[in-house]
């Protein structure tokens, strides 16, 4: 976990850096679990293909959940996140090896909001595609 | 089969309530890979003003994709599950969902609408203490891909 920082201390437009993610199919599996989602696509590489995708893809969410934990390691342990959404617009394809697949987030600060809050524009990509969209976090800062 | 336009608008029953543990929040937590404390420390969620330990922010999927999915298997929606993808996901939180709450999970149909061939469905879903306190809201699109 990072260090705290304070909404004072927070400039609109400063780039937060890339953290890469990785995502294997064991990640999958544990994610089926945890979240209740079993969806085969997520597991199963012969009905991945069977339904025209290029392998097991991860669970939209899982890659979200990595976008979230990029905007928490960055915000320290006393923010709060008030508002998260992302449009899911490309696929995370996990082939069965040992490396696997990584997700790249990056982000930066678009706005400085009332209420000490701060609006975190995302960025995600694998395997070069952008897999998030319209992704924006805010946190509400010390 | 086409869906069923005249579910928008309808407000589904609240689920029963969900008790958010320590031990789900900690295995959600080791399954997205990420060792923040406040998910964990019951101690270092204290520090850092929190009841207890707190959830991670995608946690609340959990509770309101079982509302909702018992929602959407309603056979006069006509929603062909073996179609669909996760469009996009969108929370709204009032505070972090924390161990120790008891939720319930209230789904309204807000919108259905074509896309070219596909067919997106959008929902909210409230996720509100047995007390009545809103802690999270959910806005959910799902894509029924056109065959």
Redesign the interface.
């Known amino acids: ?1 990072s260090d705290q920082i304070s909404y004072d201390s927070v400039e609109m437009g400063a780039a937060i850096p890339v953290v890469s ?2 995502v294997t199919r064991l ?1 999958l599996v ?2 089926c ?5 079993f969806n085969v696509i997520h597991w199963n590489e012969r009905i991945a293909k069977s ?1 025209g995708l290029p392998d097991v893809i991860a ?4 890659t ?3 976008a ?2 990029f ?3 960055w915000a320290g ?2 923010a ?9 617009s490309s696929m995370v394809v996990v082939p069965d090896n040992d490396a696997g697949a990584s997700i790249e987030v990056s982000g930066q600060v678009e706005e400085k909001l009332a209420g000490n809050q701060v609006s975190i524009a995302l960025t995600a990509r694998s395997a070069d595609a952008k897999v998030l969209t ?1 992704a924006r ?1 805010v946190v509400r800062l010390p | 089969m086409a869906i069923n336009r005249a579910f928008v608008g309808r407000v589904f029953p609240p689920s029963d309530p969900y008790e958010v543990s320590r031990v ?1 929040i900690a ?2 937590a ?9 998910y964990r420390d019951r101690a ?1 969620a204290q ?3 929190h009841a207890d330990v707190i959830a ?3 946690f609340p ?2 509770i309101t ?2 509302g909702s999915g018992a929602a959407l298997a309603d056979p006069d929606l006509g929603l062909n599950y ?1 179609m669909v ?9 009032a ?2 969902l924390t161990a120790g709450d008891v939720v319930t999970a209230q789904v309204t149909i807000t919108d259905i609408r074509d896309a070219g061939r596909n067919v997106m469905l959008t929902t909210s879903t409230d996720l509100r203490t047995v007390d009545g306190e809103l802690v999270c809201t959910a ?1 959910s699109t799902i894509v029924e891909r056109g065959a």
């Open positions: 976990m993610y990785p990640s544990k994610y679990g945890a979240s209740g989602d339904v669970h939209g969410m899982f979200m959940a990595q979230g934990r905007v928490t390691d342990p006393r709060v996140v008030t508002e998260f959404g992302v449009r899911f319209r976090a | 789900k295995e959600f080791a399954a997205i890979g990420d060792p923040n404390p406040l270092a520090a850092a003003g991670p922010p995608t999927i959990v994709m079982a073996a993808v996760h469009g996009e996901q969108r929370f709204s939180y505070r972090p806005a």
